[in-house]
């Protein structure tokens, strides 16, 4: 049994269905763990996550970290009943009325109190010692941020096996690539960094994609980026960064994406310029 399963017996389910004894253990978890004066900002983001939000807080809520934390939340102006979960947590929370990824995180920096700040996406789940493990990096001399591995929940399209393949493939071209490159091995949902420092590089709210790569190369020259590969700081996700074709397919078309110029990950670069596609019109 995987640690993760009993979240999943409500994850994708509408609020309606969550039982009742769920929601008020997660409630007095999360206020156990809320420090007044605390070392990390755990920050979680959501739009229209009804039906993934609240296996995410529940997760969340049964931590283990000697480290104090807050927990604050983002509503990006949902539409369903994301800010009645947030609500009912127990938790602070915070609308933020213009809607990207960039505008939630910054809203959530712009409220956190904490020395270090964690992203959290509301459709991921993560293991108990997570926080405490990436922690322990982001307080090593001279690093600036760090970023974690994750998984995809197995279902009936996608076997546990090939899923091991694509992460094993997946995870070997990443460090590669983070020797030379380590901002493009930065992925949001498994990122934190000094808060300090992100405060004097704030998000990007002018592209689409990509906030948490353009923070992590901004980041750089205060320090290291850290990538911790501890499996028990490996978080687990959905699919909603791969598509519905079979996990063969996707795995060609990233290897011909990432094929095409791979020389560049072995040189260091400290500028990108943009997609037009990827630019806020």
């Known amino acids: 049994m995987a640690w993760y399963d009993k979240y999943l017996s409500i994850y994708g389910k509408p609020f309606s269905e969550v039982p009742q004894s769920i929601i008020e253990q997660t409630r007095d978890g999360l206020a156990r763990l809320q420090s007044e004066e605390p070392l990390a900002s755990i920050v979680v983001i959501a739009y229209n996550e009804e039906t993934h939000l609240q296996a995410c807080l529940w997760a969340l809520s049964e931590i283990r970290c000697k480290y104090p934390v807050e927990i604050i939340g983002v509503d990006n102006d949902s539409k369903d009943r994301t800010a009645e979960i947030f609500r009912q947590s127990?938790?602070?929370?915070?609308?933020?009325?213009?809607?990207?990824?960039?505008?939630?995180?910054?809203?959530?920096?712009?409220?956190?109190?904490?020395?270090?700040?964690?992203?959290?996406?509301?459709?991921?789940?993560?293991?108990?010692?997570?926080?405490?493990?990436?922690?322990?990096?982001?307080?090593?001399?001279?690093?600036?941020?760090?970023?974690?591995?994750?998984?995809?929940?197995?279902?009936?399209?996608?076997?546990?096996?090939?899923?091991?393949?694509?992460?094993?493939?997946?995870?070997?071209?990443?460090?590669?690539?983070?020797?030379?490159?380590?901002?493009?091995?930065?992925?949001?949902?498994?990122?934190?960094?000094?808060?300090?420092?992100?405060?004097?590089?704030?998000?990007?709210?002018?592209?689409?994609?990509?906030?948490?790569?353009?923070?992590?190369?901004a980041l750089k020259k205060y320090g290291k980026i850290r990538f911790v590969r501890d499996r028990r700081c490996r978080a687990v996700t959905g699919y909603g960064t791969l598509s519905s074709e079979p996990l063969w397919k996707s795995l060609w078309k990233r290897i011909k994406i990432q094929g095409r110029g791979i020389t560049r990950i072995f040189y260091k670069k400290d500028h990108y310029e943009d997609s037009p596609d990827n630019l806020v019109r």
């Open 90 to 217: 127990g938790i602070p929370f915070y609308t933020e009325y213009q809607h990207s990824c960039g505008y939630a995180r910054r809203c959530g920096l712009e409220h956190s109190r904490g020395k270090y700040y964690f992203d959290v996406d509301s459709d991921t789940i993560y293991p108990p010692q997570y926080y405490e493990l990436m922690l322990e990096q982001l307080m090593r001399p001279g690093t600036s941020c760090a970023s974690a591995t994750w998984s995809y929940f197995p279902d009936e399209g996608h076997s546990r096996l090939g899923l091991r393949i694509f992460e094993m493939v997946r995870d070997a071209f990443l460090w590669v690539q983070h020797f030379k490159r380590p901002e493009l091995s930065v992925r949001g949902l498994v990122f934190a960094y000094n808060a300090d420092y992100g405060r004097k590089e704030p998000y990007r709210v002018d592209i689409i994609r990509g906030e948490d790569g353009s923070m992590a190369l």
